[in-house]
């Protein structure tokens, strides 16, 4: 079935520091990534979409600035999270969507601890 | 804006019991529906999914139903085993997704 990647799976940084994801599909070309965040206990909550070439959609309330996307292949999205702070931590997971299907396929995930 | 909506939000039976989760959503307008298992700590894990045009799938001891004029979908769990002991998570869309709250499953032995 089709794959997709995440890396890094789990970081620990220092406030203030910036933090990139990446986030590959593994065998099949997305046009279009996903990037979600999850708090403890909490549901995933759509960030921003990623699509190939052109600038990230992002969803109301989330900072452009501050978490930048970038998908310059068909197949990696980035998402740095620049000058992180500790209440930038939480579970990033990436998706990506197979146009052949129609369906998004999730990355295992990327567990930020901002210090 | 789509809101999706899962009930229980927690439900523990003892093993061999079977069992359902529902899942609400109020845009009828989606492309498909997703079942996915959550455990702890971990990514997702894509159960079901459920294209606009079908009304249910089967995977094994699994059976999701979709309803798009009501705006429901339920997830059947037949003779429930500690392994399937989750966060259930449903989420609808065209073309993003809207993730529900999920419903913390746990199966005692």
């Known amino acids: 079935g089709a794959v997709v990647s995440q890396h890094p799976s789990r970081v620990i940084c220092k406030s203030g520091t910036s933090v990139k994801i990446e986030c590959r599909s593994l065998d099949f070309q997305a046009t279009t990534m996903f990037w979600y965040r999850q708090f403890p206990k909490k549901s995933l909550m759509l960030m921003a979409t990623s699509n190939e070439g052109s600038k990230a959609t992002y969803e109301q309330g989330v900072e452009k600035d501050k978490f930048l996307i970038n998908h310059a292949s068909l197949t990696l999205s980035t998402l740095t999270v620049t000058s992180a702070h500790p209440e930038d931590s939480s579970f990033y997971i990436c998706s990506a969507r197979d146009p052949r299907r129609e369906t998004q396929y999730f990355g295992p995930g990327t567990r930020l601890l901002v210090l | 804006k789509q809101e999706v909506t899962q009930i229980p939000a927690a439900l523990s039976v003892p093993e061999g019991e079977n069992l359902v989760l529902n899942c609400s959503f109020t845009d009828s307008a989606i492309y498909n529906l997703q079942w996915f298992r959550q455990d702890p700590g971990k990514g997702l894990t894509s159960l079901l999914l459920?294209?606009?045009?079908?009304r249910e799938q089967t995977s094994g001891r699994l059976n999701a139903s979709l309803d798009k004029s009501s705006g429901r979908s339920t997830l059947y769990i037949a003779a429930s085993q500690p392994g399937d002991s989750a966060t259930y998570l449903c989420a609808a869309g065209y073309s993003t997704l809207t993730f529900g709250k999920g419903t913390m499953l746990l199966v005692s032995p």
């Open positions: 459920i294209q606009s045009s079908q």
